[in-house]
């Protein structure tokens, strides 16, 4: 295959690893917490000969958009919102620290503090947190205090404080599935508030989705064409030559 037609190739394979990550945003647009996905595209410089360069089109790097979406109230005590940078802290099934944004909670039947998949979320020292089945109410500080109404009592006991940490390059943490994501990263108190009773929504803009949908398609297509023709014209010469040296 000749240089347009690797080109071409190239520039069609970086289009279908756009509409994978655009495909991706919009099939996530009403997860809790969600950050989109962008990706950015290069050249590659190449030298087949001296004298002679090629640009190849290259998937340089896939980003997220990191930015805060909506915050929706709920009315649930249960449901907790990052206001500003920041996730919450949770124990994954391998005993492994993950972090999250979505902050959809409930108490599970050991009376842990548990995302909707089931797992702990940690205090800021590291630990469970356990909300005793006679809590009759629930509060949440915006610094992640956390006081209940236990036994009927006049006063409300201190149950903890949510583990809320930041990372110097979120760019660097790896998605895990369900919303979750680790790093290697040291990690620092985040300089964020607590929302109770409301979620931060995804940060996807899917009428934007949708219009970058379709101007890769269009693309594609144009490059699809592009191929097309270029292999006509290499046929066409082949053919054209085989008949001169007969």
């Known amino acids: 295959m000749q240089s347009p037609s690797l080109v071409l190739l190239s520039n069609q394979q970086a289009l279908e ?8 945003n919009v099939a996530n647009a009403s997860t809790t917490g969600f950050k989109r996905e962008g990706i950015e595209f290069d050249t590659l ?3 087949p000969v001296p004298g002679q360069s090629i640009n190849f089109v290259v998937d340089r790097a896939t980003y ?6 909506p915050i929706t109230p709920t009315g649930n005590s249960l449901d907790l919102a ?3 940078p920041g996730y919450f802290e949770v124990q994954a099934a391998d005993g492994t620290t993950r972090y999250t944004r979505a902050g959809s909670l409930q108490v599970s039947n050991q009376g842990q503090l548990v995302t909707a998949t089931g797992l702990p979320v940690l205090n800021d020292g590291g630990q469970a947190i356990v909300i005793p089945d006679t809590t009759t109410e629930l509060n949440i500080a915006a610094n992640g205090f956390i006081t209940a109404r ?7 006991a201190e ?10 390059n979120e760019q660097q943490m790896k998605p895990q599935g369900n919303g979750l994501y680790s790093t290697d990263q040291a990690s ?9 009773g409301a979620l931060e929504q995804s940060n996807v803009q899917p009428i934007l989705e949708m219009t970058d949908m379709i101007k890769i398609q269009r693309a594609y297509e144009q490059t699809s064409n592009l191929i097309s ?11 054209t030559l085989s008949k001169t040296t007969v």
């Open 17 to 24: 690893r756009a509409v994978d990550i655009v495909a991706n």
């Open 159 to 168: 149950l903890g404080k949510i583990g809320l940490v930041a990372f110097p």
């Open 45 to 47: 410089l190449s030298q």
């Open 229 to 239: 023709q270029e292999n006509t014209r290499l046929n066409s010469a082949i053919t």
């Open 64 to 69: 997220r958009d990191s930015s805060t979406g």
């Open 150 to 156: 236990v036994d009927n009592g006049a006063n409300l």
């Open 82 to 84: 990052i206001q500003g």
């Open 188 to 196: 620092t108190p985040a300089d964020s508030s607590v929302v109770q």
